[in-house]
Nanobody, 125 residues
Framework: QVQLVESGGGLVQLGGSLRLSCAASALTLSTYHMGWFRQPPGKDREFVAAISSNGYVIYYTDFVKGRSTISRDNAKNMIYLQMNSLKPEDTAVYSC??????????????????WGQGNQVTVTV
């Protein structure tokens, strides 16, 4: 059974940092483009960042650009999202996703068939 499991979330103060991890089982991540999405309280799930299957191409949404780094370790079947300078508006449930979207569609939730259960990140002032 395919599983994506996120970890590394939690409570952090304004300006702090977190590194989210996403581990896969029954799925070889090296063959998938991977995305991070988040769902703030009361809002729809939104795109955060994506990394190509080989790790060479990366895309960030504007609100995390310069503050976050997506990376992958295909040997460990893991992807990561390092988040710095966190703000209260970064509070959300963060989920990783795997799929084969064309790169022009990496921001689209429906292009990813596999999802983790989500991990809460809460930023306090």
């Amino acid at each position: 059974q395919v599983q994506l499991v996120e970890s590394g979330g939690g409570l952090v103060q304004l300006g702090g940092s977190l590194r989210l991890s996403c581990a896969a089982s029954a799925l070889t991540l090296s063959t998938y483009h991977m995305g991070w999405f988040r769902q703030p309280p009361g809002k729809d799930r939104e795109f955060v960042a994506a990394i190509s299957s080989n790790g060479y191409v990366i895309y960030y949404t504007d609100f995390v650009k310069g503050r976050s780094t997506i990376s992958r370790d295909n040997a460990k079947n893991m992807i990561y999202l390092q988040m710095n300078s966190l703000k209260p508006e970064d509070t959300a449930v963060y989920s990783c996703a795997a799929g084969h979207p064309s790169w022009s569609k990496v921001t689209m939730r429906d292009e990813y068939p596999y999802w983790g259960q989500g991990n809460q990140v809460t930023v306090t002032v």
